[in-house]
Nanobody, 114 residues
Framework: QVQLVESGGGLVQAGGSLRLSCAAS????????MGWYRQAPGKQREFLAR???????YYADSVKGRFTISRDNAKNTVYLQMNVLKPEDTAVYYC????????WGQGTQVTVSS
């Protein structure tokens, strides 16, 4: 297993930007696919983005064109750059390492005010 710690959440106005970071422990970070999810109150956890060990990226339609996932293997860190934020982006954001089973961070709150 790997331990994940998210940071970078906060309060931002609609139209603004935030960059989330997820620091991972473990020496095998570079071979793991990593991803971001979010969960709003009363809703199920929602997939947002995934980045493979080779750097290929995948996005949910709801964030495509606004969010960008990236990774720095030298720092064992994955990022989520979020632009043009909307109030409906308000949620707790979770980092995931696609192991068996998936490892999750503790989450970081993102609140977008209108």
């Amino acid at each position: 297993q790997v331990q994940l710690v998210e940071s970078g959440g906060g309060l931002v106005q609609a139209g603004g930007s935030l960059r989330l970071s997820c620091a991972a422990s473990g020496s095998r970070f570079s071979v793991n696919d990593m991803g971001w999810y979010r969960q709003a109150p009363g809703k199920q956890r929602e997939f947002l983005a995934r980045i493979t060990s080779g750097g290929r990226t995948y996005y949910a339609d709801s964030v495509k064109g606004r969010f960008t996932i990236s990774r720095d293997n030298a720092k064992n860190t994955v990022y989520l750059q979020m632009n043009v934020l909307k109030p409906e982006d308000t949620a707790v954001y979770y980092c995931a390492a696609f192991l068996v089973p998936t490892s999750w961070g503790q989450g970081t709150q993102v609140t977008v005010s209108s």
